[in-house]
C-alpha cells in the first residue's frame, strides 16, 4: 500500500523528482512518525501526511506533518537552527524521522530566511537590541488565545537612522500592526506574516518577502528553538493562528505567569505602548 503522501513541487524541486517518486511509493516513506507541527503521533498509511523539507545552509532535513497540520513545504532555517531541530527530532523518534535529504541537484540559492541584507525591519538593529520572546495564553472572549509578546531589550532605531529614538512600534505599524487600546479586542490578521512553529517548537516569526525576494524572512529568528507549553502548541495547532503583541522595551518585562503577563499587557494597552496583529501558523 502507498502512503498517503503530500509532495509539494517546492519540495519535489529540492529533493529531486527521483526521490519524490520512491516517497510516494513507500520505499523511503516512514509508516509512523511525530508530525513536525504538533507533535503528535502520525501513520503514512492511515491519514495525509505533508513532506516538509527543512533547509539549512549545507544541510537538508527532511521530515513528516499531519497534512491537517501544515501543508507539505520547504522551511528555510539557518544551520545552527537545523542542527537543533535534529537534536531535537532524534532523541524520541526513529532515525528515518531525521534521515538527511539527498542533495540537491541544484547549487541552493542562499537561503532567504537567513541572510540580514534580505530583511529590512528591526532585523538590521538586533546586534544593539535583542528581541525578547515570550509565550502565553490570552483569554479573550472567554476563550484561550495562543499569544507571542516581543519587547526588545533596548531602542530599535530605524534602518539607517543613528538618532536617539526609539522607532520600535512605527516600524511594525507601517508593517500593518495596529495600536491596542483594549486587551479584550483580538487583533486583526495582518497579512504576509505567520508564526514557524517547528518540530513542536517556536523557530520563527516570518514577515512578507522583501525585495525581490518571494519567500517570506524571518522577522525574529530564535538563537535555540523557543519551548512552548502543550496548552500553547495544541491552541496553535488548533486554531491555526496565534496573537503577536509587541510593546517597546521596558513596557512589559519578564512575568513570570500568564495571569501577570496580561496585566502587563494591559497596562501597555492604557499607556498607548502596544501594538498586535494576528498571524497564521507558517504555511496555513
Ligand atoms: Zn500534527
Given at each position: ?58 544541510t537538508a532535513v527532511l521530515a513528516f506533518a499531519h497534512a491537517n497540520c501544515i501543508p ?213
Amino acid at each position: 500500500m502507498s502512503p498517503m503522501l503530500d509532495v509539494s513541487d517546492a519540495v519535489r524541486a529540492e529533493i529531486g523528482e527521483a526521490e519524490a517518486e520512491r516517497l510516494l511509493a513507500g520505499e523511503n516513506a516512514p509508516g509512523s512518525y511525530d508530525c513536525t507541527s504538533c507533535r503528535a503521533p502520525g501513520d503514512t498509511h492511515k491519514e495525509r501526511t505533508s513532506t516538509v523539507l527543512f533547509v539549512g545552509e549545507e544541510t537538508a532535513v527532511l521530515a513528516f506533518a499531519h497534512a491537517n497540520c501544515i501543508p507539505s513545504q520547504v522551511v528555510s532555517l539557518s544551520e545552527e537552527q537545523l542542527k537543533g531541530a535534529v537534536r531535537n527530532l532524534a532523541p524520541d523518534g526513529p532515525p528515518q524521522q531525521a534521515q538527511p535529504a539527498p542533495a540537491p541537484q541544484t547549487p541552493r540559492p542562499p537561503a532567504q530566511a537567513t541572510s540580514p541584507e534580505a530583511s529590512s525591519l528591526p532585523r538590521t538593529d538586533q546586534r544593539q537590541a535583542v528581541l525578547g520572546v515570550t509565550c502565553g495564553q490570552v483569554l479573550i472572549d472567554e476563550n484561550l488565545h495562543p499569544a507571542i509578546v516581543v519587547e526588545p531589550t533596548g531602542p530599535i532605531a530605524r534602518p539607517g537612522s543613528d538618532g536617539p529614538g526609539d522607532d520600535f512600534l512605527p516600524l511594525l505599524i507601517e508593517q500593518g500592526f495596529l495600536p491596542v487600546t483594549e486587551v479584550a479586542q483580538p487583533p486583526a490578521q495582518v497579512p504576509g506574516w505567520s508564526v514557524l512553529l517547528a518540530m513542536g517548537q517556536l523557530h520563527a516569526i516570518l514577515m512578507p518577502p522583501t525585495g525581490t525576494g518571494t519567500q517570506p524572512v524571518a522577522w525574529w529568528q530564535a538563537h535555540q528553538p523557543l519551548a512552548v507549553t502543550e496548552g500553547w502548541r495544541t491552541a496553535a495547532t488548533k486554531g491555526h493562528k496565534v496573537l503577536v503583541y509587541a510593546a517597546p522595551a521596558g513596557s512589559i518585562g519578564q512575568q513570570p505567569r500568564e495571569d501577570l503577563l496580561r496585566e502587563a499587557l494591559e497596562k501597555a494597552a492604557a499607556g498607548g505602548v502596544l501594538v498586535a496583529a494576528a498571524m497564521p501558523l507558517a504555511g496555513t
